[in-house]
């Protein structure tokens, strides 16, 4: 595939990842508009809503500001002036990255895949600019500087991710790549296998972490069912509306899991100022009735420690893994230094990933006490730093020392044979 057709198929597919993102929202906004409001209303209300809900959900702070008949009707005093609301349904960015991720392995397997990226990276800042200046309205606005470039940036996540993936399991000679060797071949042939094994670790333990979480979500659901039908019963919001109410949650629910793995490690999360939800106990004071509130844990959960084993076995489990590997680099060097180094570092880096994934999931869900919601960013990843780092340091610890010692000699006789 020539450079010009692989760059116009990247460009189109960034143009179609911001249509399918706005329309995703505009969809059950527009069924609305038709089915509850019977036409009466605006169109452009729905659009500009759907606008904001794609443009939160990748990053971009709506800027709120109540007129007098809002302000009746929500009853909060302190919503008489502007707020921010930062609070990302991240299902969005979520998909953004993904697309992201598709596009940069489809750009690599045309064989032009730097034009591709750049130009599929422009055409993403100009649609989502567009796309932001059309949200801007009296009620709420959204930052017209992130519009152009904070969903540009989740989308240069993805097409990086996708790039990196396709590269290394394919045998090119692109410059860039031969570059990158270049740098690596400079770097002692041990210390870059630990580092890159230290990384799969981590990356590994975090994604263990969220799967734990994950399914805890998924238990504490099935357990609190009564009290989220209940709360679906209380809201009285027709089944239109509570179609609505359930794709938003849907949106929400990669914050969910995050704050549940921010849960299983020790700090848990906030619902706003003078809330916490832990694994000591939750007090929550007033919130909203949102239906997925309903499976929050109780005040008094008395086995609530118990999950801080799932970022233990995840950091002993993604450990293991790699184990070999790094037996294998230290080759007849001290091994317990090196083992032990390499569980420390397994446990920052899973603490710096699981830390940025908790500053991504929270932010401000509106004002007076919902200024903050969400995880501690600096709180979880040093426990979760903590955690993962003991719990790599036992699977660093495990195995036999003959099977040690095996590695070693295979390694040492490996690097003999290539010297000669």
Not at 12 to 26: C, K, N, R, S
Not at 189 to 204: E, K, N
Not at 244 to 270: C, D, E, F, K, R
Not at 319 to 326: E, F, N
Request: include cysteine; charge should be neutral.
């Amino acid at each position: 595939m020539n450079r010009l057709t692989a760059s116009l198929l990247a460009a189109l597919e960034a143009f179609i990842v911001v249509a399918i993102g706005v329309f995703l929202p505009l969809v059950p906004l527009t069924l609305l508009w038709a089915i509850q409001y019977d036409f009466s209303v605006d169109w452009f209300v729905f659009w500009r809503a759907a606008a904001d809900i794609w443009l939160l959900g990748n990053g971009v702070d709506l800027t709120v500001t109540l007129n007098e008949a809002t302000l009746q009707i929500v009853g909060i005093p302190d919503a008489a002036e502007s707020f921010v609301v930062s609070f990302a349904p991240l299902a969005f960015a979520l998909f953004t990255v993904l697309m992201g991720v598709r596009t940069g392995r489809r750009s690599v397997r045309s064989g032009s895949w730097l034009p591709a990226v750049i130009t599929s990276f422009a055409v993403f800042v100009v649609f989502s600019g567009i796309v932001g200046i059309t949200a801007i309205n009296a009620i709420a606005s959204p930052s017209a500087w992130q519009a152009f470039v904070v969903p540009a940036l989740v989308w240069a996540l993805g097409l990086v991710i996708g790039v990196a993936i396709e590269l290394a399991i394919t045998d090119d000679d692109d410059r860039v790549v031969q570059r990158v060797l270049d740098l690596r071949d400079r770097m002692p042939s041990h210390i870059d296998t630990i580092i890159m094994s230290c990384v799969r670790s981590a990356t590994g333990a975090v994604a263990l972490l969220i799967v734990g979480a994950g399914l805890v979500v998924t238990v504490s659901i099935v357990v609190g069912f009564s009290s989220v039908i209940s709360l679906y019963q209380a809201a009285q919001v027709g089944v239109v509306g509570g179609i609505s109410v359930t794709l938003a949650q849907i949106a929400y629910m990669p914050n969910v899991i995050i704050w549940t793995a921010s849960w299983l490690v020790g700090p848990g999360y906030t619902l706003g100022e003078g809330s916490i939800v832990s694994p000591s106990g939750t007090i929550t004071g007033p919130v909203p009735s949102i239906p997925l509130l309903g499976s929050l844990p109780g005040t008094d959960l008395a086995f609530g420690f118990v999950g801080l084993a799932i970022p233990l076995v995840a950091g002993f489990i993604a450990a293991l893994s790699v184990r070999h590997r790094v037996v294998a680099a230290i080759g007849i060097r001290s091994k317990v230094a090196y083992l032990a180094l390499s569980a420390l570092v397994i446990g920052v880096i899973a603490g710096v990933e699981m830390a940025l994934l908790a500053w991504w999931s929270a932010g401000a869900a509106g004002p007076a006490r919902f200024v903050s919601v969400g995880p501690d960013p600096i709180a979880v990843g040093g426990m979760c730093a903590a955690l993962v780092a003991v719990g790599a340091l036992v699977g660093m610890a495990s195995g036999s020392s003959e099977r040690v010692a095996s590695s070693a000699r295979s390694a040492a006789r490996g690097m003999h044979s290539h010297d000669r």
